[in-house]
C-alpha cells in the first residue's frame, strides 16, 4: 500500500519546488540581461540562448574583483548581498564586502545580473536543487577588515 503512495507522490514532490510563474519572469527579465547572437528567422522571431557555465563564471569573477578589498573604517561599511539563484527559490550564496572600498551600485547590478543568469540557466536546463533556503549572514568590521560574523549562514551548494 505505501509503495502505491510513493509513486505517486514522488513526482509532485520533485515538482513542488520549481515555480513556473517564477521561472517565466526571470526568463523574461534575464533575456533583457544577457547578451547573446541574436537569430531572426523568416516570421521576425528573436530567439535569445540561454547562459552557459563560463559565462556565469566570469560574471562571478567580475563581482570578487569588484569586492576585493574588504577594508573598513566602521561595521557601518560592511554589507551584505544575496547572490545568484537556486533552481528552488532564494540566493544561492551571500557575499560581504566594504562600501568603503567597492562601488555598492556597480555590485549590486552586478549580483542582480548574476542571479538572473542563474535563473535563466536553472529554467533552460531544468535544474533541481535542495530545497533549503539560506539565511542572510551578519557582518562587521573587525580589525579594519569587513568579515561574515560567526555563527551566520555559510554559502551552501
Known sequence: MRYPLLAILFPVLLTACSDNNEQAESTATSNKLVEAPVE????????????????????????????????????????????????????????????????????????????????????????MSICQHLTAPGAQCSENTCVRIEGSAASVY
Open 40 to 127: 531572426i528567422n523568416n516570421t521576425e522571431e528573436v530567439s535569445k540562448a540561454a547562459p552557459d557555465k563560463a559565462t556565469i563564471s566570469s560574471a562571478h569573477e567580475q563581482l570578487k574583483q569588484l569586492i576585493d578589498d574588504p577594508s573598513c573604517d566602521n561595521s557601518s561599511q560592511c554589507k551584505v548581498l544575496p547572490v545568484g539563484s537556486r533552481a528552488c527559490g532564494g540566493p544561492s550564496s551571500f557575499i560581504v564586502y566594504s562600501s568603503k572600498t567597492a562601488n555598492t551600485a556597480e555590485v549590486e547590478k552586478l549580483a542582480k545580473d548574476i542571479t538572473a543568469l542563474e535563473k535563466q540557466f536553472n529554467a533552460a536546463n531544468d535544474m
